[in-house]
């Protein structure tokens, strides 16, 4: 048998699988996915961005549906991981062409396997229970979703102040992810919503002197952020410290930090060199681990062209004086599933031409022949076109 094609299908795009007045097993396109799926042709994938959108819908019974098609199309075991884990894999890679024996990967795949687990529960639960809001049991995972769109939203009341500090910030290393979700965590998540609905509903006024310092400053932006992504992920993914020291031999890296053909790796400082050779406490590995991403992160190809998107997306936001529906168009979420299989299903039209550009460039580099599309009926004609090439 040949390999299944790998399939992601935006929520917007499942609503026709399994709309709000009709059972989805029975609908058109959810026979369809149903017999591409059980003859082996497809392999439906879910990302915790599917998760937390079906979540957030209020209507219960249309909630209910979708949650039911995705979990029986995923086999309930089909859940790409948590964006972050991905940024690490990455950066573990970059470590490793340097140091072959200082990485060690299970660790992190037992972290992926686990956020995989924690979303196929909330999507097993959504799809199990419907005649309660379950999302209530799932806060910590949903909140955020909500809270990085209200960030989002922040820039627009005063843009070019707001820019100016945030690159400031960026510059000195003292931007913060956790610091701006930190004043919305205490927040019920009707609260969030309620606040996020407010922006959204608002025209913003937007001095074009934005627009001029966001595209003079954009690879300025796209370092600054992608450097603090990096931070984030290794915070996230390496909650528990044992986890990085069982990732990173930290005491070989240090033997060997300096190369002999890039001088543009700043060493090591003298006191740090002394302490790993002697018995090093945790503050000396979070300082070595903190070095090794200052190293890396500019070469981390995930977070660069995300965050290039994410400007560009912020740009043509700023022209318009309007926050896109769903904050920045592409989150970390759609960024990770959209590189991840053959097609991106979209009804969104930003979110779709963003991916479409990507792949674009993606495609040119590895000669592969991802595809995105906004409809069901395109769905079966690209099938039927890439059944006919094998």
């Given at each position: 048998?040949?390999?299944?094609?790998?399939v992601y299908i935006d929520t917007n795009i499942l609503n026709d699988v399994a709309p709000k007045d009709k059972p989805?097993?029975?609908?058109?396109?959810?026979?369809?996915?149903?017999?591409?799926?059980?003859?082996?042709?497809?392999?439906?994938?879910?990302?915790?961005?599917?998760?937390?959108?079906?979540?957030?819908?209020?209507?219960?019974?249309?909630?209910?549906?979708?949650?039911?098609?995705?979990?029986?199309?995923?086999?309930?075991?089909?859940?790409?991981?948590?964006?972050?884990?991905?940024?690490?894999?990455?950066?573990?890679?970059?470590?490793?062409?340097?140091?072959?024996?200082?990485?060690?990967?299970?660790?992190?795949?037992?972290?992926?396997?686990?956020?995989?687990?924690?979303?196929?529960?909330?999507?097993?639960?959504?799809?199990?229970?419907?005649?309660?809001?379950?999302?209530?049991?799932?806060?910590?995972?949903?909140?955020?979703?909500?809270?990085?769109?209200?960030?989002?939203?922040?820039?627009?009341?005063?843009?070019?102040?707001?820019?100016?500090?945030?690159?400031?910030?960026?510059?000195?290393?003292?931007?913060?992810?956790?610091?701006?979700?930190?004043?919305?965590?205490?927040?019920?998540?009707?609260?969030?919503?309620?606040?996020?609905?407010?922006?959204?509903?608002?025209?913003?006024?937007?001095?074009?002197?934005?627009?001029?310092?966001?595209?003079?400053?954009?690879?300025?932006?796209?370092?600054?952020?992608?450097?603090?992504?990096?931070?984030?992920?290794?915070?996230?993914?390496?909650?528990?410290?044992?986890?990085?020291?069982?990732?990173?031999?930290?005491?070989?890296?240090?033997?060997?930090?300096?190369?002999?053909?890039?001088?543009?790796?700043k060493p090591l400082h003298p006191e740090l060199i002394a302490k790993f050779a002697d018995v090093p406490d945790r503050?000396?590995?979070?300082?070595?681990?903190?070095?090794?991403?200052?190293?890396?992160?500019?070469?981390?190809?995930?977070?660069?062209?995300?965050?290039?998107?994410?400007?560009?997306?912020?740009?043509?936001?700023?022209?318009?004086?309007?926050?896109?529906?769903?904050?920045?168009?592409?989150?970390?979420?759609?960024?990770?599933?959209?590189?991840?299989?053959?097609?991106?299903?979209?009804?969104?039209?930003?979110?779709?031409?963003?991916?479409?550009?990507?792949?674009?460039?993606?495609?040119?580099?590895?000669?592969?022949?991802?595809?995105?599309?906004?409809?069901?009926?395109?769905?079966?004609?690209?099938?039927k076109t890439a059944l006919n090439k094998k």
């Amino acid at each position: 048998m040949s390999t299944p094609l790998k399939v992601y299908i935006d929520t917007n795009i499942l609503n026709d699988v399994a709309p709000k007045d009709k059972p989805w097993a029975t609908t058109k396109w959810g026979e369809y996915l149903s017999e591409l799926s059980k003859n082996g042709t497809i392999e439906v994938w879910a990302s915790p961005g599917n998760c937390l959108e079906i979540a957030l819908n209020p209507d219960l019974d249309h909630r209910n549906n979708m949650a039911l098609a995705l979990n029986t199309l995923i086999r309930g075991q089909r859940m790409m991981p948590v964006y972050e884990t991905f940024v690490i894999e990455k950066f573990l890679m970059n470590v490793g062409q340097v140091w072959p024996e200082a990485v060690f990967y299970q660790p992190l795949q037992k972290i992926k396997k686990l956020s995989q687990q924690i979303y196929i529960a909330l999507i097993g639960q959504l799809a199990a229970l419907k005649d309660y809001d379950c999302k209530a049991g799932f806060p910590g995972i949903i909140k955020p979703k909500i809270i990085t769109q209200i960030i989002h939203a922040d820039l627009f009341e005063d843009p070019k102040a707001k820019l100016v500090t945030r690159l400031e910030q960026l510059k000195h290393n003292q931007y913060l992810q956790e610091n701006y979700f930190g004043k919305y965590e205490q927040m019920s998540i009707e609260e969030l919503q309620n606040l996020e609905q407010s922006l959204k509903d608002k025209k913003y006024k937007v001095d074009k002197s934005a627009v001029t310092f966001l595209k003079n400053n954009k690879q300025a932006f796209i370092q600054g952020y992608s450097k603090e992504e990096l931070q984030f992920a290794v915070n996230q993914v390496f909650e528990y410290f044992d986890d990085a020291l069982f990732s990173i031999q930290f005491i070989n890296i240090s033997k060997n930090w300096n190369p002999l053909n890039d001088s543009s790796v700043k060493p090591l400082h003298p006191e740090l060199i002394a302490k790993f050779a002697d018995v090093p406490d945790r503050n000396d590995i979070a300082i070595l681990l903190q070095a090794l991403q200052e190293r890396f992160y500019q070469k981390l190809g995930v977070p660069q062209m995300y965050y290039e998107i994410i400007i560009n997306e912020l740009e043509k936001a700023l022209n318009t004086g309007k926050i896109p529906t769903g904050g920045l168009i592409l989150d970390g979420h759609h960024a990770s599933a959209a590189m991840n299989v053959d097609f991106f299903l979209c009804r969104d039209s930003r979110l779709l031409s963003t991916v479409k550009s990507m792949y674009k460039r993606v495609n040119e580099i590895d000669g592969g022949a991802r595809e995105a599309m906004d409809s069901m009926g395109e769905f079966e004609r690209k099938i039927k076109t890439a059944l006919n090439k094998k």
